[in-house]
């Protein structure tokens, strides 16, 4: 059918160079075990492509066929459950369309096809060292600690937002405060065994958690009138450690404390099953460690009802009676602990509910999203989706890089950059909803989100600890330390999130500005939304590390407030990211700290935050950009001023507080600023915990090495006209001394007798004359 072809194979052709160099590169990297002899070539061996049984073609569907094992990749891959029919069939037939060759010679599936269509064994260029999941190609299940116990169950929540405000709750003066009465006087109904806290450490991880068979924790009910719950929270992001039956419908709670840790207690979420429509049930949670709490201000924990789910389309919703935040009674001696309770009324009988801390954003959801983003055909040319690291457990942290393709590369060079993050406290959900806002708009095709990438090279990091939004911690990672006080560690294989994220951003740092980074939080005890920042004490840009968060506050008045931003510094924060990348040069470097509460401010006043109003934040983040780079500076200036003089109300306010009378015309702004703001601290567990004991000895040994390595550092490469130079003047050095010591001998002279000075400059002058010729 086409004679050429045929000529042409018969025809004896050469090695591609490009091809034997990529086959000793593969080789060597470990995914090419091939012999290069056997291996046929791209023309000459065409037909044996089609007509051996030995080079079979299959489907490729994210396997990792005829490749180096991987003990990451070889566990079970997960089918999202929340991916719908249309994108399961548009992959099924990317994966038809997708073929790998099954020879047990060659091992790569970097293939390539040709103009008519048949398969080539040609590799392709090589992509980045660590690529994002195939774009057809299934999810990778979470991987647990091995002593977490896991059910099978796959747990999807709808989106939902309530037509009515949801308003905070109004202490009444007749809530009940319930005296803690724990297992002594009460039935255990659910326990989890054998939960890792401090003194052990992690080890590994596997898909699915811990071996064997998954134990039955809830008690067996006697009979459909049994009318016990039964709880359960082994599942991604679940977090309840015990619950105790001190009456028929009243219940202790326990909550799990962060793995290998014996601290932070505050995300809760958890199933409640064999539910009564008509009862009034009341929940008591006894181990909380913060006495101070956003309950105590009106908020309630929310639930959801699958029931209501599936027949009314309902979602999460705020609900709770008699709600109160009071210290537990039961004192252990070591520490106090804290009391929520709260009473509620189930929507239906036998119906399954869950309780939340706030609304969950689970490691899987947030892989259902990138997998659509990676399958849209539009998106996908500005978006790029690659692996950052593998965190402890071995999950993938996830970075993506969004804009638009440059012109040129002057055009590509000249982009700043705009470096985002969320979930480094995996407890803090907010932060992951603030996050899908952001993508949601800047992966629009909105004129303003067009613009934004045109301008800007956005590098974000959507959960940076997703081994704790798996196990369900509040604050911490499976090295049971918090991760937002340790990026200046040099523990790479301790801390690989926050590591592989502040040396992503050194390099970003090396190549071009960047103007902006922000780290998305939640706050436990204060109400609104506001940034935290680091004051600049360069004269230059005197207070404009604060325009932006005003800005802010202009664009979402009813969300942001700017009055409960700060901008102090202080040692405790040393190690967190937004004061590490504000010394690496950032000046714009903020957290964003969202509240588990709701608003305070102008048409939502007194009422709770929803998802929507929480992704709203990242489509004002986005707009609050282009406010703030307008090449037309009124917006800015006009912020400075107003800072300024909010600046000097502070500033006399500060002192009429102290007692004092001060002129501060002409002086006003010389003042300290850090002087006259309060603690950005947030939560009881702002001071560092150091490292754990087993990491010790590694962080004094890298030290030492450092150390070490400084001491014997080379000295820097020299240009070849610097080693020209160097190499003449060693040659002319040289010849000097054989000439004096000639000099010395033909004369008769002591070795120590100095030469007459006219002599010498003569010789020197020949000698030059010489190495010059």
Excluded at 94 to 113: I, N
Excluded at 164 to 177: A, C, I, M
Excluded at 330 to 340: I, P, V, W
């Amino acid at each position: 059918m086409f004679p050429a072809l045929e000529t042409e194979v018969k025809q004896e052709t050469l090695p591609d160079p490009y091809e034997d160099f990529m086959y000793h590169h593969l080789q060597y990297y470990g995914y090419f075990k091939g012999h290069r002899g056997s291996l046929p070539t791209s023309a000459t061996h065409q037909h044996v492509w089609k007509n051996n049984p030995r080079y079979l073609l299959s489907g490729s569907f994210g396997e990792r066929q005829g490749m180096i094992p991987d003990p990451l990749q070889k566990e079970k891959l997960l089918w999202p459950t929340c991916i719908s029919s249309p994108v399961h069939r548009q992959i099924e037939a990317v994966s038809r369309d997708s073929l790998m060759l099954s020879s047990p010679l060659l091992k790569s599936r970097q293939l390539l096809h040709d103009e008519f269509g048949e398969v080539n064994p040609c590799l392709r260029e090589p992509r980045d060292l660590f690529t994002f999941f195939s774009s057809s190609g299934p999810l990778q299940a979470p991987r647990w600690p091995i002593e977490c116990e896991v059910i099978k169950e796959n747990l999807h929540h709808i989106e939902w937002v309530p037509p009515q405000p949801e308003y905070f709750y109004q202490p009444t003066g007749n809530e009940k405060l319930p005296e803690i009465v724990g297992e002594e006087k009460g039935t255990v109904v659910f326990q989890l065994d054998s939960v890792p806290t401090e003194g052990s450490y992690f080890t590994s991880s596997r898909v699915g958690g811990k071996r064997g068979i998954i134990k039955e924790l809830a008690v067996t009910l006697q009979g459909p009138e049994d009318k016990t719950l039964l709880f359960e929270s082994r599942f991604e992001s679940g977090n309840l450690r015990k619950a105790v039956r001190v009456d028929t419908y009243e219940y202790e709670l326990t909550l799990r404390t962060d793995l290998y840790t014996n601290k932070h207690t505050q995300w809760f979420y958890f199933r409640v099953q064999n539910t009564r429509k008509d009862a009034t049930y009341r929940f008591t949670i006894v181990n909380l460690l913060k006495p101070k709490s956003l309950y105590t201000m009106g908020m309630k924990p929310l639930m959801y009802s699958q029931l209501d789910a599936k027949t009314h389309n309902i979602g999460w919703r705020r609900e709770g009676n008699e709600i109160r935040y009071y210290k537990n009674n039961r004192d252990d001696g070591q520490q106090a602990f804290y009391c929520l309770t709260w009473t509620i009324q189930f929507p239906h009988d036998q119906d399954t509910c869950f309780f939340a801390h706030f609304y969950p954003y689970t490691y899987t959801d947030l892989q259902c999203y990138l997998l659509s983003v990676a399958n849209n055909p539009v998106q996908s040319q500005f978006c790029k989706l690659r692996t950052l690291c593998r965190s402890l457990a071995g999950n993938t942290v996830y970075l993506l890089t969004i804009t638009n393709p440059s012109r040129t590369p002057q055009e590509a060079a000249a982009k700043k950059a705009v470096v985002l993050s969320a979930r480094v406290h995996p407890g803090e959900s907010n932060g992951s909803w603030i996050m899908k806002g952001f993508l949601d708009f800047i992966l629009s095709n909105s004129p303003d989100a067009q613009l934004l990438r045109d301008i800007f090279v956005f590098k974000v990091v959507p959960m940076l600890n997703p081994d704790g939004v798996i196990v369900g911690n509040y604050r911490c990672s499976l090295a049971g330390r918090d991760l937002n006080r340790h990026y200046k560690t040099i523990l790479k294989e301790s801390f690989p999130c926050i590591w592989y994220t502040r040396n992503m951003i050194k390099r970003l740092l090396e190549e071009r500005e960047v103007l902006l980074y922000c780290d998305f939080h939640g706050h436990s005890r204060k109400n609104n939304i506001f940034l935290y920042g680091c004051n600049n004490n360069d004269r230059k840009y005197w207070l404009h590390e604060r325009v932006f968060p005003l800005m802010l506050s202009k664009n979402a008045p009813d969300k942001f407030s700017f009055h409960s931003c700060n901008f102090k510094v202080q040692k405790c924060k040393e190690g967190t990211g937004r004061v590490v990348m504000w010394r690496m040069g950032i000046l714009n470097s903020y957290t964003m700290e969202s509240t588990f509460g709701g608003s305070t401010l102008g048409n939502k006043r007194d009422t709770h935050f929803t998802t929507e109003d929480l992704k709203s934040l990242g489509y004002h983040v986005c707009d609050t950009l282009l406010d703030f780079c307008d090449p037309d500076r009124t917006k800015f200036m006009q912020c400075l001023t107003e800072l300024k003089e909010l600046l000097q109300q502070e500033i006399h306010k500060k002192f009429n507080e102290l007692g004092q009378d001060m002129d501060l015309e002409g002086s006003w702004s010389d003042i300290c600023l850090s002087d006259i703001e309060s603690s950005t601290s947030g939560s009881d567990s702002s001071l560092s915990d150091g490292l754990p004991v087993h990491l010790l000895n590694v962080a004094d040994e890298l030290n030492q090495k450092k150390k070490m390595y400084k001491k014997k550092k080379k000295k820097p490469l020299q240009t070849r006209k610097q080693r020209n130079e160097q190499y003449q003047k060693n040659n002319l050095m040289q010849e000097l001394k054989l000439t004096e010591d000639a000099l010395l001998q033909l004369h008769g002279r002591d070795k120590g007798t100095s030469l007459d000075p006219s002599k010498m400059t003569s010789i020197l002058t020949k000698s030059k004359e010489r190495m010059q010729v």
